[in-house]
């Protein structure tokens, strides 16, 4: 059974910091890219980053490049979003997902496996 499952998320101020990780078992997600989603209440669910297979390419949204940070550790199946200068607008669930493909991947479509959630909540 292929599980993802999001750890890092909390409350914290505005201007602060916080580290997601996925741990994906069940399968290996070497081959695959992986990618960090949110939804805010309300609002539809929107791509935050992606990552290709090996992590040698990553792409962020326009609202969170310079503040975040997307990376990888195939050796243990893991990937990460460091999030600084975080702002309340930055307020969501944050959902890790697993791709189908080895490239960028930009849409919800090209994922088939997804975690849980995390939320994080960013006070003013």
């Known amino acids: 059974q292929v599980q993802l499952v999001e750890s890092g998320g909390g409350l914290v101020q505005a201007g602060g910091s916080l580290r997601l990780s996925c741990v994906a078992s069940?399968?290996?997600?070497?081959?695959?890219?992986m990618g960090w989603f949110r939804q805010a209440p309300g609002k539809e669910r929107e791509l935050v980053g992606t990552?290709?297979?090996?992590?040698?390419?990553?792409y962020l949204s326009d609202s969170v490049k310079g503040r975040f940070t997307i990376s990888r550790d195939n050796t243990k199946n893991t990937v990460f979003l460091q999030m600084n200068s975080l702002k309340p607008e930055d307020t969501a669930v944050y959902y890790c997902?697993?791709?189908?493909?080895?490239?960028?991947?930009?849409?919800?479509?090209?994922?088939?496996?997804w975690g849980q959630g995390t939320q994080v909540t960013v006070s003013s």
């Open positions: 990552i290709n297979w090996s992590g040698g390419s990553t």
């Open positions: 997902a697993g791709g189908v493909k080895s490239d960028l991947s930009f849409r919800a479509s090209e994922y088939d496996y």
């Open positions: 069940g399968r290996t997600f070497r081959g695959y890219a």
